[in-house]
């Protein structure tokens, strides 16, 4: 069957057509949010095949998800037939495996190396750790250790310093961290194995090593496409330069406004300096945007116009006027919560479906006040990681403590918090339970004193830290504040514990000191944890998970980069909340910032809520006036419409 000849005037706007039959030669696509990007590649594979005669064996296609690889050669396929099959597409570790498994030799590997899997680099790392007999000091666990390698690995960066850096004011000693690393080097190199990151690592390697190879797939590779190119690491970057040659025809997608992963390695300025490194690129724009009303659009230029170093554009609408972006004003969280659920409520009356309204923030722990009320309002919800507050790893570690305070009777809370402490297995932990008649008082000096005489000695560090406050629990009135209890098991052991136990330990961390400020309005640990359960179990009945499609939306904005919705709530636009204090502290940080802001802009398709809260809770009882987000005050008032929740403004 013939497949039709396409009318690419017909199918593209303007923009998307020059794109899609730019000359030869290095191309840089700049795609502006909703402006169809995929769609200006998946043509631009059907121009070069019809219309250029370009065999699609010759085509490379390097994307970022097997899933977006798999639908745009599906969608080429729709467009020019099954010749389109042979085209080399993937992501820049399927086509650098896809590579090694015919050149491995020529770097020391066998072609059918084993790929390790992240359970596979977790107990070979750990074995590593046991064979130095490091098990018995502060030390990280493989996880953590695992983080900086591949951060090391994606962005050419020296190990040992990330190491120093993440472990600074800390006990572990870094020298064994590189012991551990080199190790680990070694040992896959015994096994025959790559883990995920050495299949870059080792696919650049290859080509930097082997001319005749480079030239070979220099060759082959008539016409490279590169899709989110803002995303590239170092590595990646690099290796699409030696694949296209400084004369080759490469054409990269993306949008430097939407650069928003420089924590997980992506370097921005890799999109920035492409004309620089390719002399004569011809740099095309999207900016006719289909997905959202110019009143959004609006909100969206002017907020990315206070970054300098970018490529300037302006998105255009092609909808028409609706309203503009609501900026919300109320006193403190729990008021910005019921006032979401209230509009929630009516615009679902207006015929919204829930799933087409999502609340975005800038950092995890800024949900928490939000996912507390919906609960009290028994409206279902889905939060994009996944795990709810309260059941976060983090979250029942801190409280495990609260719960044998409160009930000494509580088995569970007793396994968890000892199965923290070095050198306690499950095992060990139900002897000591049953050695102590399966209740533990910890008010009590003697069951404290019962306790010291079973754990190993690796872990009486941490079991002093637990003494320290059951012994001060009557004296400093500790039943009566929770938040104080969580404080002083953090400060003498939990923070050291979650920097060697998860990657994301700062985040986590953050976590738990919005839960020591969420406890100052509770009398008591019992009414905390009485007000825990109950929050939780509501949840099980409001989402069994039956139904998730149907449910309100809750995400950060680095998860919700890609989606789009009808209605996007932004919470916490203050200060120091969004933009983070952190980010603000690093290089380039208010810019990334400004950047993570224009991506929840751009998420919205017809309506967007900016929701500030003038105060935030304290432990202590007090309260930390807030001032309103830097990208708030860089907007003209014309932009927004203004709403006053309370008197409070």
Same mark, same amino acid.
């Given at each position: ?46 121009? %070069? ?82 064979? %130095? ?420 939306? %809750? ?95």
């Amino acid at each position: 069957m013939a497949v039709p000849v396409i009318d690419f005037e017909r199918a593209l706007n303007q923009e998307q057509l020059q794109a899609v039959q730019a000359p030869d030669g290095p191309v840089l696509v700049i795609a502006a949010a909703g402006t169809g990007k995929t769609r200006t590649l998946i043509y631009r594979v059907a121009w %070069l095949a019809q219309q250029r005669h370009i065999d699609p064996q010759n085509i490379l296609l390097l994307t970022f998800t097997n899933r977006a690889a798999n639908e745009m050669l599906e969608r080429a396929r729709d467009l020019v037939g099954d010749s389109v099959s042979g085209m080399w597409g993937g992501t820049f570790h399927h086509m650098a495996n896809r590579i090694l498994r015919r050149h491995a030799t020529l770097i020391g590997y066998g072609n059918d190396y084993t790929i390790l899997d992240q359970d596979d680099a977790r107990s070979l790392t750990k074995t590593c750790v046991q064979e %130095l007999k490091l098990t018995d000091k502060h030390f990280p666990k493989p996880d953590v250790l695992l983080s900086i390698f591949s951060l090391a690995a994606n962005t050419q960066r020296n190990p040992e310093a990330l190491a120093a850096s993440r472990f600074a004011h800390t006990e572990v000693d870094v020298g064994d961290i590189m012991s551990v690393y080199n190790a680990y080097q070694q040992r896959k190199r015994d096994l025959n194995a790559m883990d995920f990151d050495d299949l870059l690592v080792n696919g650049l390697r290859l080509f930097v090593e082997h001319e005749d190879l480079r030239e070979h797939y220099r060759e082959r590779f008539v016409h490279t496409l590169v899709d989110e190119y803002q995303d590239t690491n170092t590595i990646q970057a690099a290796w699409v330069d030696l694949v296209a040659g400084p004369e080759g025809n490469l054409l990269v997608v993306g949008d430097d406004f939407q650069s928003i992963y420089s924590w997980r390695g992506a370097d921005f300025r890799n999109i920035i300096s492409f004309p620089d490194r390719y002399p004569g690129t011809h740099i095309y724009k999207l900016v006719t945007n289909y997905r959202s009303v110019p009143e959004i659009l609006g909100m969206a230029n002017a907020c990315i116009a206070g970054n300098k170093d970018q490529f300037q554009k302006t998105l255009k609408a092609v909808r028409e006027p609706y309203q503009r972006p609501v900026l919300a004003r109320m006193r403190d969280g729990r008021e910005q919560a019921q006032y979401i659920i209230e509009q929630v409520g009516e615009l679902h009356r207006q015929g919204y479906d829930m799933r087409d309204m999502v609340v975005l923030y800038r950092s995890h722990f800024h949900a928490l006040e939000m996912q507390l009320e919906l609960s009290r309002s028994s409206i279902p919800y889905v939060i994009t990681s996944g795990v709810r507050f309260f059941e976060q790893a983090h979250i029942k570690d801190v409280t495990a403590l609260l719960r044998v305070l409160q009930n000494p009777a509580d088995e569970l809370a007793f396994q968890r918090l000892l199965g923290m402490w070095p050198r306690l297995g499950a095992k060990t932990t139900l002897k000591i339970w049953n050695f102590l008649g399966r209740r533990c008082d910890l008010r009590k000096e003697a069951t404290r004193q019962r306790v010291a005489e079973k754990i190993p000695a690796a872990a009486r560090e941490a079991w002093n830290a637990v003494d320290l406050i059951a012994s001060d629990v009557e004296k400093d009135g500790l039943m009566q504040d929770p938040g104080e209890v969580v404080h002083r098991f953090c400060k003498g052991f939990y923070e050291q514990y979650a920097k060697e136990t998860f990657d994301n330990a700062d985040r986590r961390m953050e976590d738990i000191n919005e839960l020591i400020d969420y406890t100052s309005r509770f009398p008591s640990i019992e009414a905390f944890l009485n007000e825990v359960a109950l929050l939780t179990n509501l949840d099980a009945e409001a989402n069994p998970g039956d139904e998730p499609d149907h449910a309100l939306r %809750l995400s950060t904005v680095h998860q919700a980069k890609g989606l789009e919705w009808r209605v996007v709530f932004v919470i916490w636009m203050a200060q120091g909340m969004f933009p983070s204090a952190r980010s603000l502290e690093e290089l380039d940080g208010d810019a990334e910032e400004r950047r993570l802001f224009y991506v929840a802009v751009t998420r919205a398709k017809d309506e967007l809520y900016l929701c500030l809260p003038s105060v935030r809770r304290q432990r202590d009882g007090g309260v930390q006036f807030l001032k309103p987000s830097c990208f708030i005050e860089e907007l003209s008032p014309d932009l927004m419409s203004n709403v006053k929740r309370t008197s409070w403004y």
